[in-house]
């Protein structure tokens, strides 16, 4: 009931979100739910996913927690560069999801050797984790060439982690033997397909070059 009660809030309040005036009361507001819903869902994802050994669970508790953790960071450094405000945190977060990215690239090469096409999901959200980790990298040792970086990361990140709450609300909800079994990725992917180019025209449009 509590991952179900966080992922709901979550949900709602990102959906609020995406369609809001970004940095009015509201947006705020409703920031600040998505923030909590999300991190009650991702942690107890977690812990269900060791319970009842599922994948599903772990992958999204795993991006859940990253990205709204990441997102919420980048958000406290506004005003200025990573590398001035950059705490121990900051480095545990990036150093884990880099472990994690090795790790779901490993496993989807693996699942992919036994003709499981559900690797396929294992290697992109490998990549995805890997590019993020090496972007705050190079952000926290003063490399970025963007000057409102801490803008641009936080609304990638947030924007990630509704993608991540969207892509478990299909995949729970979208009825057994709707897709054939070697179609299985689709709802995970579908998402991520919709958004991400969303993510990239408004980091086009608001990031400022140094």
């Keep these: 009931m509590l991952h179900i009660a966080g ?17 009015d009361k509201l947006h705020k507001l409703a920031g600040d739910f998505f923030f909590y819903g999300m991190l009650i869902a991702g942690c107890s994802a977690l812990v269900m996913s060791v319970m009842h050994t599922s994948y599903f669970l772990f992958i999204t508790g795993v991006f859940t927690i990253y990205l709204v953790s990441t997102g919420k960071r980048y958000l406290s450094m506004r005003g200025s560069q990573p590398e001035a405000k950059r705490k121990p945190i900051d480095w545990v977060l990036t150093g884990c999801m880099g472990l994690f990215s090795i790790a779901f690239i490993s496993f989807g090469i693996y699942k992919l050797v036994l003709s499981n096409t559900f690797g396929i999901v294992f290697l992109v959200f490998g990549y995805l984790s890997m590019r993020m980790v090496i972007t705050d990298v190079k952000n926290y040792q003063g490399k970025s060439e963007i000057k409102n970086i801490w803008y641009v990361l936080h609304f990638q990140r947030m924007t990630g ?29 579908l998402p991520g397909l919709i958004l991400i180019p969303l993510i990239y025209k408004w980091t086009t449009k608001y990031q400022i070059r140094k």
């Design 7 to 23: 992922g709901s809030i979550g949900l709602l309040a990102g959906t609020i979100n995406m369609f809001r005036i970004k940095g």
């Design 161 to 189: 982690a509704y993608i991540a709450a969207l892509t478990a609300f299909l995949v729970v909800n979208v009825p057994q033997g709707w897709l054939p079994s070697n179609f299985n990725f689709i709802p995970w992917l």
